[in-house]
């Protein structure tokens, strides 16, 4: 059915939704293809549908090529199966739930790891029936603190979620392939650059997990790459963790009074000054800063810690808090409050240090106090360290780690920073923002023990199941695509998922051009092309040329003055290139570009995957995407 | 991509779900279409999404036929619009309702008249943006006091629900008809026998409605048909009200003792033996029966009432409760219980009477009691009664209507009984059982007031909107179209909706076999026509012919021992045809056996709609349909 502009159910606006920070969120709310209904909860109008539909249509093609079946769970679901995987507690605050008229609690599904499990025990019982790949198109419902950017973090979203059974890890690592290759597809299809980055399974569980990442400075996650190939978000790089160093031959520890050392720099400096080292001089790297912070776990209850780590890094908070380090679930970490200190008066603020008893003084954490003590991997046993002695303007010096003091365990809290060097050697770290568009997880055996799945194996031994999960943001994706391709002055979507394949403008009052316009969009969709005809007869050639431009479909075709001569003009707004054309032969040449550009987006994929296994480098090594980061990173660099 | 039993994800099942009893929920359970997630809310498998994909790509076709377009709600919505129109009382507990980590009530939309009619305001202003219709098919959700019989009454279910905007009531009514039209062209295409039925608005409010009815045993709607033609449920029927009769000359009141009258008949027998009427034999007619019941309205108060009814008839709580003349809302009604009696002293278990003051003497409810007193419709003035007295063992005779007593209303809230004339004198009314699939609604501007849906007339005056809104629901369409084709061993789907066009066997072990089977496979397939294999090759022909029976693909074509003869069997189950037909010919016959089934579902539309306006005649006229309808009122008369 032909869109018209006389009936199409859109209002064009010029004006900013209030808050918009994004593009995406300005321009699919101002061309008139989403409304909000509530914070982080968007409707739908039809141009936004048409292109949601094309992209779902991609996300479709590509899971059934990896040979996923698509099913549908509900989004009301009971909250058992969630209390015996844990993720009831888990998720803490952003699960939406509420209870039936008979009591009973339900959530309304974040994600469906738990079901999804339950249904393979139900309707399966032998390794012959594995391997299994099952998906769904759904939505999801994430009660996000600060739902942001429109479709970028919403609290109501659609996703596509799928998940593999296999019976050993194997299996699990050849569906885990397979559907990272789907996943490199779908992207490719879909235009969106796209780096597989190594992540932290966070709430989730399992062993292995990559978030897929679009760079854009809009996007919420740092993560770091080397030329060398490795990606991965801020809170999966490992820190290179030195080898131990002999401390024989340290000297024994010895508390010194530090008076007016309120900084690293005047510690060190007063360090050099008062107490120098006897091979080199002391460094903010040669300090232990110990910082208090309050971690929130998913249950509400509050826990204070302390973090040591070397004087010249910062603690990033939310990667700390990321790792999965500081207990199960999903957990909120920040900076101490004056009234957690209080609680805890042998916390002398600047002169926190490890627990250590020496020369009959107890100093530290150790003993008298009941918070963890975390460390930085790289305070390694043997290295040496200038640290506060627990007393107001007092530092220990000369502590040695392993041999003075220990801690309750080790936590990656340090700001990750341009230049460190990639745990896997492959060089120096740079940073860059993106929107993680998708993530897959090697799973393994957590919901499959804790829901009981088993199935018989070859000698009829009952053998838990062992899983991976494969999300992808569809409704996110959508917003990606729109920062990807716009303009200035609105949309301009690839080719292949605008919301009609041609928009054909009526410009001029004539009856001539009008039945032109007409006759033209009933050529082309014989042919099977989709048209957006602008059929509006008080709105003048300006408007319908702004409307065009803030739609965004790369083609548009004027139909106006130059009828008379039997020519009609052809843009394409994402060449720039605009040509007149015999009224006589454009309807041809419409149609075999648009074709054209269907077969290369489909083209993209199989391009991407030419590699093989080096997919994912080929397209880090791609000219354009490599630019897009080195510019992110550059902007993001701290 | 083909459908293979070696790897669907499917397991056939030979047990019955626990408490299924209906056939469309055991079957879609046994054969692996659906699944249970909690009461009343189900997942869908693969070949469930298949069947219900081509539902709801007809109801789209339809859609955008009526020139409806397409747009898509949030299932999660804020309360507040559903606050302003008075529904988030109405609906009561069947609500689901929770709310935010920011404490903001949201609901599941159990229908989005609200948030459709803001959506409008907040795009529109101008008469000339009207007519508008708009649609979506999404998740609806009802917190239903007994979900039942699988998908015909769930709490999560889809819902294609349209909205019309209109200026005025004749483009409401235009609106009206065409949505109308797109039901009947939709459930003919579906295959499904369907009668438009006048009903009552309910909760939703407006002015004109008809519920689409499925007529069925199964169903737990009763409505009623008269050989003219009228058609509606027993809550929209409406009694024939008689002229007021002169009662100048019927004789005054009297109080009568009435020993030994527990019972209408005995009350009846002892008037006619010591009180005759004048001018013929009391009846059981003549009687005014007053029946004592509980309402509970949508905030949960609790209200007794007294419904008075001539006592040859019984009282349908049902048909009261939804008339909506006993309040707003979707109101419970109830026989009162012996704690509402007792709480009601003046109200004397059956010598109720109506309140009269006769003879200085106080008989009845009126003063005495604060409870409604209801009259049937047929009671009207200058009919002549025997009734309670409101003393043990007295009853009043001779007490006239309008004379004696008034009420404080009319209720429709007699039983309608088989006989009953239709009230638009089109004959005596036959009942009959079945399920509401669709409903549509003039709501008129119930909504556009509460939530103030103006725009400017062609004078530039503020105009409120008409609005109509259109219900379909499509998983309980499949349920009903599983319950109207299945045989004693299975499922039986009309040809266009099964899951696939042609159920393949390989049935026998040879490799000849299975290489004859998946090269017509391929062959249907390069057509366009869409195969379930059967190659499972550890599975015996017996097997696979009970699960291609219960799976329900009418057309099956058995790879087998008659390949030998270069044979293959070509089984249609809907017409109990078995055929062998040479290999060479099977896929060419078969291509065209598709190609046609579908054709003739698509021409079932334009005959249901062929003789215009009196389509719903056309299709009550159905001899078939006509036949079902009296096997169910004379299974269903009481």
């Known amino acids: 059915m032909t869109l018209r502009m006389s009936s199409l159910f859109v209002r064009t606006q010029k004006e900013d939704p209030v808050g918009a920070e994004v593009a995406s969120h300005r321009l699919l709310h101002r061309a008139g293809y989403i ?16 292109v949601l539909g094309k992209i779902e249509a991609i996300v479709r093609e590509e899971m059934a090529r990896a040979g996923s079946q698509e099913v549908h ?31 009973n609690d339900y959530i309304l599904a974040p994600t469906h790891e738990e079901v999804f499990t339950l249904l393979v025990k139900d309707l399966y019982s032998s390794y012959k029936d594995l391997p299994l790949s099952i998906y769904q198109v759904q939505n999801k419902y994430r009660d996000e603190a600060r739902p942001r950017a ?15 059974f296999d019976i050993d890890d194997a299996g699990l690592d050849a569906s885990y392939e397979r559907m990272r290759v789907a996943y490199q597809r779908t992207f490719a299809r879909l235009g969106l650059p796209c780096l597989p980055v190594k992540a932290t399974p ?8 990559e978030e897929f990442i679009y760079p854009s400075e809009v996007g919420e996650d740092t993560f770091v790459r080397s030329s060398g190939g490795y990606a991965a978000n801020v809170e999966a790089v490992t820190s290179i963790v030195p080898e131990p160093i002999d401390y024989s031959l340290s000297p ?8 007016d050392t309120p900084t690293i720099e005047t510690l060190v400096a007063a360090a050099n000054a008062d107490h120098p080292r006897e091979d080199r001089a002391w460094t903010a790297a040669d300090t232990l800063k110990n910082v208090v912070c309050a971690v929130t776990h998913p249950d509400g209850t509050r826990e204070i810690i302390v973090i040591g780590l070397p004087g010249d890094r910062e603690v990033d908070l939310d990667r700390a808090a990321g790792t999965g380090m500081l207990g199960n679930g999903e957990v909120e970490l920040e900076a101490a409050t004056s009234e957690d200190l209080a609680a805890h008066p042998e916390l002398i603020r600047g002169y926190i240090g490890p627990g250590v008893d020496l020369d009959d003084q107890v100093l530290g954490l150790e003993g008298t106090s009941k918070v963890r003590f975390l460390l930085d991997p790289r305070v390694v046993d043997g290295t ?45 770290l740079e940073l860059a923002r993106g929107v993680e568009i998708g993530q897959i997880f090697k799973l393994g055996r957590k919901y499959a023990d804790s829901l009981d799945l088993k199935v018989l194996d070859a000698n009829g031994k009952a053998t838990t199941v062992t899983m991976g999960s494969y999300g992808l943001g569809v409704t996110r994706v959508m917003a990606c695509i729109a920062e990807e391709y716009h303009s200035e002055s609105g949309l301009l979507w690839p080719q292949h998922l605008a919301p009609a394949d041609v ?8 009856d001539d051009i009008a039945e032109a316009a007409e006759k033209m969009t009933a050529e082309l969709e014989a042919e099977g ?44 707004r994402l060449s720039d290139e605009k040509s007149d054309q015999p009224v006589a032969e454009v309807v041809a040449s419409t149609v075999a570009t648009i074709r054209a550009a269907y077969a290369t987006a489909d083209a993209a994929a199989d391009a991407a995957i030419a590699e093989g296994a080096a997919a994912d480098a080929a397209i880090a090594d791609d000219a354009e995407l490599t630019e897009s980061i080195r510019a992110d990173s550059s902007a993001s660099a701290r």
């Open 150 to 164: 429109g479709l970028l973090r919403g609290r109501e979203f659609i996703m596509k979620d799928a998940y593999s």
């Open 384 to 428: 040496r360290w200038i640290t506060g002695a627990n007393e107001p303007g007092r530092h220990v010096f000369d502590l040695v780690a392993g041999r003075d003091f220990a801690a309750d365990g080790t936590i990656e809290a340090a700001e990750v920073v341009l230049g460190d060097p990639a745990p896997d050697g492959s060089g120096p």
């Open 73 to 103: 769970f509900p989004g009301l679901l009971p909250a058992d199966p969630y209390r015996k995987s844990g993720r009831w507690e888990a998720f803490g605050p952003d699960l939406f739930h509420l209870k039936d008229r008979k009591d």
């Open 35 to 50: 409304r909000r209904s509530a914070p982080g909860i968007y409707t739908w109008l039809p141009l936004g549908l048409q």
């Open 529 to 572: 092309i989709t048209v957006l005809l602008d059929d509006r007869n008080k709105v003048s050639p300006g408007f319908k040329f702004a409307d065009a431009e803030l739609i965004g479909i790369p083609t548009v075709i004027v139909v106006g003055r130059g009828l008379a001569e039997g020519k009609v003009e052809v843009r394409n």
């Open 202 to 209: 966070g709430a989730m569980g399992g062993s292995g997990t």
């Open 252 to 259: 024994a520890a010895h508390v010194e009074d530090t008076p």
């Open 503 to 510: 928009h054909i403008i009526a410009a001029g009052k004539g």
